[in-house]
């Protein structure tokens, strides 16, 4: 199905099960552990082995030698395979780093060797056998020292429009101010973990992807083997937030591993190589200059990003957001890429908006006391409906005032105190802060297959992964509505490279992308329904309650079954819809804090989330993203910095003692608010993304309720006490 024209009237509008909010069907299975994640797959009657990782100690350099003879006469041991033993690997579409480092060193803990044993311990105390020795090579650290010789990054990274430096030099109010954020881990619970097994020449990997087939053609490209050798198998995640968005070492390690053993090997990362062998987020320098009129209008804006990443690596596109989401005439926005050497940057949770609203909307908040104006007010004053660098593409729905006006009223947003540090309870400073939500609605092709037994029963088939997201849920709701069944008769099978290809979990795109390629199965489902029992499909059937009907015509959906079933299968491919007009999903972020007077200690003591995207396919599960965002941004904003040895290359708190996310006593009371609206230009659900507005914007909420309550502008994050404590008022 090609969705190139607006989507119309279709049986998602009937919303007698789209929209409601039902409880995850998945939810039973992983209450009671009955969920199995990749490490977890077990078949008694198969002998698995426990690889180990050995990563690399220095983070540039090469290997001048490696001593495996200790390990491979350790107890337990099975085999130990280095780089240097298989040979060069090739590097997959999607990777930086090599997975599997050879003799020259890319970054501190790339994988060099992988020791297998019988059991996990014995793998573990061998791999600390391993001995290597490094010739070490100065490397590239500090983002800030690099950042004159950063260079426009490939594929470009300006745009503007009119004259920016003119149109800044004449307005009448102006800011220009730097902020910085810094390398950031996505921590998620599950590791990367993965279980291999070789049958001849078929490799099956049970692994942790929120991307299969993206996984399955970048590992049979490093592995050097046929692509339709390779299956992958991924139905439950404990998380990605994007750092399983691209295949990692775990898989191919494991492969490798089982290869050499003769059996099937489990690899899991230990949670610092999470940290240091995987991905993060890119810290960011960003330099934002906005001039604007004494009625509050923006004139000119300007935003400036610099981001490192390894050679072949890309920058963190902080500026993005910049470019559509105010008006102002006169616009000018840029990128700069420095070569570091520490472990690959890629896509965390809303990658560009995430880093680039923490310093936007920091900016917005400070132009607007310098003109006078409530945050709200100068937010709304200069929204528009149209791209600002390309006036002719309008939006294809946008409601952000309408966010933040019902946000203010919610929030109690009259109540805050005008004058920053003005409003004092006990010994906590009390203050409101407010940001705009912004992220693009990304679209992928998607695909599926569905089945219609003779008991009526139908079963959804498509490789799209459910990492906590409610994925299962919102595509039995969809193909239930679609072929009027309750949700109980639909059975819904995800994560398996052998189903049809899904757009995957990502940026976003996932709900709406694979419920709509359900949408585009089950229609066809209909079509092959209507025409096995006689119906005229250009009658356009209706499907409900079981029955099939047309006219005076009623039959049950199994009749058309028969007892071989029917199944249909098709993927919705994506027009030009997103070229002629710009699809992004808004919202609007309110809290309230307080900070201690005397430590600087911040508390979060309430927030609320107002989002416009697009048809909300399931109340709960839209929920729990945006909460889950909601609080990562907190992360962000108070506690959340991987703190780099500019020495030796590597980021030092590498495990969750030291990497601090916020739990659940930091964050007492959440309120979230969908706005009602639909996106016909956005698929035939009429949906957009929601998971990851939910974190754009939050931390410069955060940083300028910690303003309104001290009078302290802080500009580099995390903002820890110690860049409060010197400016607090006196003790009284």
Known sequence: MRFDTPATTNPIDQGKVIGKPITRIDGPLKTTGKAIYAYEWHDPNTRYAYGYIVGSAIAKGRIRSMDVAAARNAPG?????????????????????????????????????????????????????VKVDYAEEKGAFDLAAAKDSAVKPEGGGDSGAGDFDAAFKAAPVKLDQVYTTPDQSHAMMEPHASIAAWNGDDLTVWTSSQMIDWWRTDLATT???????????????????????????????????????????????????LMNNTTHRPATIQRIRIGAGRDGKITAIAHESWSGDLPGGGPEVAVQQTRLLYAGENRMTAMRLATLDLPEGNAMRAPGEAPGMMALEIAIDEMA?????????????????????????????????????????????????????????????????????????????????????????????????DIGTGSYTIIAQTAAEMLGVPIEKVAVSLGDSRFPVSSGSGGQFGGNCSTAGVYAACAKLR???????????????????????????????????????????????????TKTHQQSTFGAHFVEVAVDVATGETRIRRMLAVCAAGRILNPITARSQVIGAMTMGVGGALSEELVVDKERGFFVNHDLAAYEVPVHADIP?????????TDPMSSPMKAKGIAELGICGVAAAVANAIYNATAIRVREYPITLDKLINELPEIS
């Open 369 to 465: 006391e310098s003109l006078a104006l409530d945050p709200v007010e100068f937010r709304i004053i200069n929204d528009t409906q149209v791209d600002p660098e390309n006036p002719e593409r309008p939006f294809s729905h946008r409601n952000l005032v309408g966010c933040l006006r019902t946000g203010a009223e919610r929030f109690g947003w009259r109540e805050r105190s005008k004058q920053p540090g003005a409003r004092r309870e006990g010994n906590w400073l009390i203050g409101m802060g407010v940001a705009a939500a912004f992220r693009n609605n990304l679209v992928l092709n998607s695909g599926a297959r569905v089945r219609l037994d003779r008991e009526g029963i139908v079963t959804v088939e498509t490789d799209m992964t």
């Open 669 to 677: 009371h959440q309120e979230v608010v969908f706005l009602d609206e």
């Open 77 to 129: 041991v099975i085999a130990v395979v280095t780089s240097d033993g298989v040979g060069e690997l090739k590097k997959g579409k999607y990777n930086t780093a090599k997975l599997f480092g050879g003799t020259e060193i890319q970054h501190y803990h790339q994988a060099i060797a992988v020791v297998v044993a019988e059991t996990f311990e014995e793998a573990r105390a061998a791999a600390a056998l």
């Open 223 to 273: 592995l050097g083997i046929d692509k339709d050798k390779v299956h992958l198998m991924s139905p439950f995640i404990g998380g990605g937030f994007g750092v399983k968005l691209f295949l990692r070492a775990d898989a191919v390690l494991a492969a490798l591993a089982a290869r050499e053993a003769k059996r099937p090997v489990k690899v899991a990362l230990p949670r610092p190589f």
């Open 527 to 577: 079509e092959a329904v209507a025409q096995k029992l006689g119906f005229n499909s250009a009658d356009d059937p209706i499907f409900a309650e079981g029955e099939v009907r047309s006219g005076d015509r009623r039959m049950p959906l199994a009749q058309a079954a028969g007892d071989e079933g029917l199944v249909a299968e098709d993927q919705i491919e994506f027009g030009d819809l």
